[in-house]
């Protein structure tokens, strides 16, 4: 079996690499997916359709041509990692782990311990917490690759 | 028909108590539910099951006895309305919102126009967007009574 | 049992009241249903949100807001009724025939004879075609009174 | 990820040709499928079951069979594109996206602006609206390819 | 709870009137349904449409109005009894049991012991095979009012 | 696209064969899949599990056996043919049909004319009646191959 | 809202009637419901339709027809509280547990510490583990009633 | 068709081993999956994460990553064989077969007779319960190779 897995949230470090390269050095099956990381080309996503000039509706067309993408891959996942940085609202990523809860795909958080009270609710639906890449990465060999 | 109408977000201010007095104004046929907005007792939620003194676990025991009641009132909603303020991380508003999504059930987000860019993705798939606890009035006005 | 069946379509001719008589004087237990009929209204729906110059926009503003409604009914609903009058697009009542097509609600087709061909998709979903209010009554009397 | 992709509606002129041609050129991973575009072939779909005089069912006869078709193609595609042109009644489409937007599959439609009106509805459910084959293909190039 | 059971198949004997005088005695909280079992009247449903000449559609029409009714009764019932007599076909009681079987909605069948091979199917997806009504009756007591 | 279509019923005449050879002659990319065919080996199915005396219960037993393939088969399925012949009861046919209806599966029946009446419901359901295997393999081909 | 609680498992002790004495209390607005928990009765519960000699068959029959009042009740159910105690295999427990799971209903388990290790899995898909019936009352009434 | 067969439950004896072998000889097309049957792996399974002092946590944090896992492969399978042995408590193996029965997922018991009793709702919702490896491999070669 090939897993699908999708990486969800912050896009401002490199936690989706690490993770990737980490799998790739086990070589395990995985698929990895993800919405459109460049920020600018995401928030563009819906220009190409006529630009406009609200930007309630500039971010509105956007943001539904990248639903396109996240809802289908999303869908198609069997896991998601879902990842908190510091930085920024980042409630997009939080709503990915509400859409995962309520599909029933599991899915793993990926954050720091000072921010475990804000996050009760998105972790308490969460399959497991990691605090870095590399657990991430371990809890991905243990699941796919141990006997 | 009565609806069910589901509250979720920000309990630091009185947009609960504004909505449903707005509708008992019209008289309109609603019942409201919500998660416990009494932020001590929520947080206490788990405690009765023997406290912690891990800060993750006492969080995770609290967070999943509330997801008993959220979970169950939303799953049983025909909407909702998700509320973001301008503090805090607020993640479990974006998470419901995601849940209501994969769902299929309708919401309505209530939130100030400074924060329309961090919210794209969560008002990309509300059925609207309202700043005041007056216009989501309007618009269960509307939706239930209108002939 | 008491039976919710929604009316869907054409606003300009009385086939609705007619039905719901038709019903009443059988004594039949049915909730009807509809969309908003008022059509000033319903394209007006959104505008208390915020009014958008933008005719798009403001058009989409008011469809999911009248969404809200619509799609509520009609996934409440045992039966609908589906309507198409010899004017105008009337997009909206295919696009509740084929909504139903996909939930696996039952349907009636209430149109004449002369744009069977075109209909001919809508129709081959349907569980009856009737050119009359009469007969809808008709079929609602077997459907929900008959020993 | 292949993608499946839907083609749904007009069928007097070219845009499946210049979507189609327009993801080859980038290469995109799609399958594309459609319903039988030959009128006639699809108006006689049925006859091969024994020919009915009746209009009407031998329309029905047909439709049944077309829709195995394309409710099995509908129903194993990740995203649809409806497309209206300016003649005929293409309610056939508007049923396709109501199908779509029960079972939650993404759909951009496809239509110039002097149809918004009458479309708000099924505007209203799509994930974008296009004007022109050449944006589908940047939408889809976007949603496949980007980065 | 009340229990909502539907009764299908053989419409020659008085099975039917049997468990439900039983079940009354028993004071059992049950909501009975059925088909429509008059032969004629069943025959006859769709001819207030329009009656055809040819005997495959007027019996599709007909066969159409009525499953109307019995599908929205059988999706909502909590239990079917599925009754198999000694005379004819009785493929329309196979077919609800094959629905039963598929919605997970558990039912009985009601048949003597000499058909028990050509329904090795059907009752193999059954949850229970009773030979008299009384018998039914005894589950039904037992399953509703056992403490 | 491949599809998979099972063949229900008959088991004592060549439809399957005429099927079968009638789609390999135009090359359709068509999985065939069909319950146990071979009567003797199907009645003993769950003899290896211990061999009961009671003839209910070896039924039941070898029964359940079966149903692990056709039940999975028929999930996995895009399209049935439902063939009922002139003889036997054939409840696991109509069984198979009705179990086809509940999941949205569609089916095509392939029966004589003089069975219409008693398979009414059965035909309601289904997406086309053919009377020949030949008929079937130009639906089939029609349905995968026509442009 | 009415909440349906399933309680699930021991039947040798009154933690049944504890937690449903503890809700009375409060007032909490709960319909409890279970599986037969007269031991004979239960295992008797097939013997009306004929009573087999093998074992394994008279209790195949009995578990059938517990299982329609089971299966329907737990689906029904809003929560369910599963009870493991000191004795006895208890696997129909730990089955209804896995039941809950599957369909995303939220259940409370209720043992002794000294069972941690073999519950873990039924714990780990638990909203909750309580210790005591006091405590599963509390939890109800922070659920149901807590403002 | 390959099919997913999963092999749940008792970890101590080499039954997993027999039905491979067995299924290998027969060349059958079927992709096995199980938990982790490496008793110290598995319940170490959370270390990484952060090892707990508190046994109930450390057990839930290593239950949970195993679900990903077990979860993902049962809902992925088209069988699962459950097998019980004469040790230990095995809720986890009645928690799977109740999963599967929710999922409608078809399993297979396997266990000797002294344990018929308390695994009678168990065996209710199997389709087969089998005494040894050796039937198991029966069962799947009939199912899945059988003409």
């Given amino acids: 079996m ?7 949230g912050e896009i401002h470090t ?7 390269a980490g799998c790739e050095e086990h070589n395990l099956p995985i698929n990895f997916s993800s919405a459109v990381t460049n920020h600018e080309a995401s928030d563009a ?6 630009k406009d000039e609200n930007n309630f509706w ?3 067309k956007s943001a539904k041509v990248n639903a396109i993408r996240i809802k289908t891959l999303l869908e ?15 409630w997009n990523a939080a ?18 311990e000072d921010i475990i009270h804000p ?3 998105v972790d308490a639906a969460a399959m497991a917490w990691a605090q870095t890449p590399e ?5 991905l060999k243990y699941t796919i690759a141990q006997k």
Avoid: M
């Fill in 2 to 8: 090939e897993w699908n897995v999708y990486l969800s």
């Fill in 14 to 20: 490199d936690w989706r690499e690490k993770i990737i």
């Fill in 45 to 50: 996503a819906g220009d190409v359709l006529g």
């Fill in 58 to 60: 500039r971010d509105h």
């Fill in 76 to 90: 198609n996942s069997d896991l998601a990692v879902v990842r908190f940085g510091d930085k920024y609202k980042q």
């Fill in 95 to 112: 709503f990915d782990a509400g859409f995962c809860a309520a599909l029933g795909t599991p899915y793993i958080t990926l954050h720091d």
């Fill in 119 to 121: 996050l009760k609710e």
């Fill in 135 to 139: 657990q991430v990465v371990e809890v």
